[in-house]
Nanobody, 126 residues
Framework: DVQLVESGGGSVQTGGSLTLSCAAS?????????MGWFRQTPGKGRAGVAA???????KYANSVAGRFTISKGNAKNILYLQMDNLKPEDTAMYYC???????????????????WGQGTQVTVSS
């Protein structure tokens, strides 16, 4: 089974930056064809932030486009989320996810079935 472990969360002030990492293990190459980041705040559902299908152009939620960057490490089993110009509304638990789906379905509009990490908390103070 695919296992995902996130790291890099923390507390920053408005305008600050954080980089989240997600390390995958127990995978095949197809298990990681579509990877992404989601976030969730208390009382709300999980929402897509950024997604990447293999090494194609990433997709972003409108709320983070231009501020967040999703990328893969050289080993391809590491996923990053560089978060710049953070805002208080970015405060959430952030989850890494991986699934087998095609490029068209590998986006931020729906919550995926597949492998999920345990989450890492990001808190942005004003």
């Amino acid at each position: 089974d695919v296992q995902l472990v996130e790291s890099g969360g923390g507390s920053v002030q408005t305008g600050g930056s954080l980089t989240l990492s997600c390390a995958a293990s127990g995978y095949t190459s197809d298990d990681l064809m579509c990877m992404g980041w989601f976030r969730q705040t208390p009382g709300k559902g999980r929402a897509g932030v950024a997604a990447i299908y293999r090494e194609t152009t990433p997709k972003y939620a409108n709320s983070v486009a231009g501020r967040f960057t999703i990328s893969k490490g050289n080993a391809k089993n590491i996923l990053y989320l560089q978060m710049d110009n953070l805002k208080p509304e970015d405060t959430a638990m952030y989850y890494c996810a991986a699934t087998q789906r095609n490029w068209a379905a590998c986006g931020t509009g729906t919550v995926w079935s597949g492998a999920w990490g345990q989450g890492t908390q990001v808190t942005v103070s004003s």
